[in-house]
């Protein structure tokens, strides 16, 4: 369960499923026909050893209904890829990745010249990241800054700290972020965002539009995949479920003009419907949407 404070590592709570969803995204890169290209997610599940996820990587074939979960995971990375290029398209130079767990961005994206890009996440989480990074001599295209402070702490004086601009337009991104916020946090997140955000600016997060029941997420793993990936870590323990404002409703009220879309128009429009999942996992997906915002001059 989740503590006022609590922190991991990359194999323990919160951080285990960063990597889970490295490992798909990983198992979506292999696909012969992927949605997306991801060649950093490997080399993390690799060096952090967890059995589970490294037996995924080495037998593809066994894979069974996890396949369809990495196919809606790269539905979901190429959307947060899709909405960075928008933003450096209209001249935005500066971005923020919050909760950036096992991210790459700023190592496979094409990124345009003077773009700064921000990453926040628990220290631990981002020395393993940074580590293995470094041991494959991996360049950023980018200027990375890495900032380990926790989002329920005092994250925006250590972004202005390294140099974060809020007179510039900035590009946001929440992307596995919203359930693992108590709802305080949540809220604070956003008017955080907000009050760091010049004209311009774009902000875009995943959520779950009438909750999840954590249960019914636990359910949903056992049918699927038996042996759980995250072995006897309940993944619904780590969530909140406590009130928090709608996120767009919140931003649409504070001057941002809002968009919402569902993995299933994402991926219809990806041309790659989502026709074959099984009943369960469509029932997640369809109380998931994506979120995108941008601040109005």
């Not at 997640?284 to 915002?293: D, E, F, G, T």
């Amino acid at each position: 369960m989740r503590t006022d404070g609590d922190s991991w590592d990359i194999v323990t709570s919160v951080g285990l499923t960063a990597l889970g969803v490295a490992t798909f995204r990983a198992l979506e890169t292999i696909d012969p026909d992927p949605m997306i290209h991801d060649g950093y997610a490997a080399w993390f599940v690799e060096a952090a050893g967890e059995p589970r996820f490294t037996r995924l990587l080495k037998d593809p074939a066994a894979v069974g209904a996890m396949a369809r979960f990495g196919r809606f995971m790269g539905v979901r990375t190429r959307f947060f890829d899709e909405f960075f290029a928008a933003a450096w398209q209209r001249g935005v130079r500066q971005a923020v990745i919050l909760a950036s767990g096992l991210d790459a961005r700023a190592y496979r994206l094409d990124w345009p010249a003077g773009t700064v890009v921000f990453e926040i996440d628990q220290p631990r989480v981002l020395e393993f990241k940074d580590r293995v990074l470094a041991d494959h001599h991996a360049a950023a295209k980018a200027d990375r800054r890495v900032l380990a402070v926790d989002l329920r702490d005092d994250w925006p004086g250590a972004l202005t700290a390294s140099g974060f601009d809020p007179r510039r337009p900035t590009v946001w991104s929440a992307e596995g972020l919203l359930p693992f916020l108590p709802g305080a946090a949540h809220d604070a997140l956003f008017e955080r965002i907000d009050a760091l955000s010049a004209p311009g600016s774009s902000v875009a997060a995943d959520e779950f539009s009438r909750g999840l029941d954590p249960d019914h997420f636990v359910g949903m793993e056992e049918k699927l995949f038996g042996d759980s990936p995250f072995g006897d870590l309940d993944v619904g323990d780590l969530w909140y479920d406590d009130a928090r404002s709608d996120p767009g409703d919140w931003l649409s009220r504070h001057g941002w003009t809002v968009h919402l879309t569902t993995p299933f128009e994402m991926a219809a429009a990806y041309g790659r419907p989502l026709t074959d999942m099984p009943a369960e996992l469509v029932d997640v997906a369809q109380q998931m949407r994506y979120v995108s915002a941008g601040k109005r001059g």
